[in-house]
T-cell receptor, first 113, second 115 residues
Framework: QQQVKQSPQSLIVQKGGISIINCAYE??????FPWYQQFPGKGPALLIA?????SEKKEGRFTISFNKSAKQFSLHIMDSQPGDSATYFC????????????FGAGTILRVKS | KAGVTQTPRYLIKTRGQQVTLSCSPI?????VSWYQQTPGQGLQFLFE???????NKGNFPGRFSGRQFSNSRSEMNVSTLELGDSALYLC??????????????FGPGTRLTVL
């Protein structure tokens, strides 16, 4: 059962463009939504996270938009750079399950210079 | 501050064997979680340990087990290996297991290949 659906599977963006990755969740018990970035040969690293009481959170070039009623959230990468080329995972967490993360399938982002 | 370390980084085993993977969390972190990453199934939660107790368990067969020591280091064991167990096994540590979410830091993983 895929509780967090992520799209697209892969994305190619020109340098300086905006990369947008979308996720949708089913279980309204989720109350924490982090995004992870993974480079080849490395473990995932936390990029940015949001709680459902906030509709948007921005950190540098990275922004999460959150739509609680639609049960959807998205990652926007502004001014995308070749160094942003990586795999991005959205995830969801619920308090009664401790640190268990439920991940989306991942998006392979390639930024062309 | 040293990050999460996992040993070994690469492992080749044959079907039917068993394997033990090790994870050393960031100093001071008490929660350790394990994930399996495969191209087909993505990142899937195996289990979480906090203060030497298993707090949560994912949907994996009993062949997958783990434990945590008093110094927070953790091991996971897979018995009677199957070809489908070939994966990257990731360990993540965080400061605590409280509902107030703490950032989870992932190690580089152990690449297990089952022949």
């Amino acid at each position: 059962q895929q509780q967090v659906k992520q799209s697209p599977q892969s994305l190619i963006v020109q340098k300086g463009g905006i990369s947008i990755i979308n996720c949708a969740y089913e279980n309204t018990a989720f109350d924490y939504f982090p995004w992870y970035q993974q480079f080849p040969g490395k473990g995932p690293a936390l990029l940015i996270a949001i709680r459902p009481d906030v509709s948007e959170k921005k950190e540098g070039r990275f922004t999460i938009s959150f739509n609680k009623s639609a049960k959807q959230f998205s990652l926007h990468i502004m001014d995308s750079q070749p160094g942003d080329s990586a795999t991005y995972f959205c995830a969801a967490q619920r308090p009664e399950y401790g640190n268990k993360l439920v991940f989306g399938a991942g998006t392979i982002l390639r930024v062309k210079s | 501050k040293a990050g999460v370390t996992q040993t070994p980084r690469y492992l080749i085993k044959t079907r039917g064997q068993q394997v033990t993977l090790s994870c050393s969390p960031i100093s001071g972190h008490r929660s350790v979680s394990w994930y399996q990453q495969t191209p087909g199934q993505g990142l899937q939660f195996l289990f979480e340990y906090f203060s030497e107790t298993q707090r949560n368990k994912g949907n994996f067969p009993g062949r997958f087990s783990g434990r945590q020591f008093s110094n927070s280091r953790s091991e996971m064991n897979v018995s009677t290996l199957e070809l489908g167990d070939s994966a990257l096994y990731l360990c993540a540590s965080s400061l605590s297991g409280d509902p107030v979410y703490n950032e989870q830091f992932f190690g580089p993983g152990t690449r297990l290949t089952v022949l």
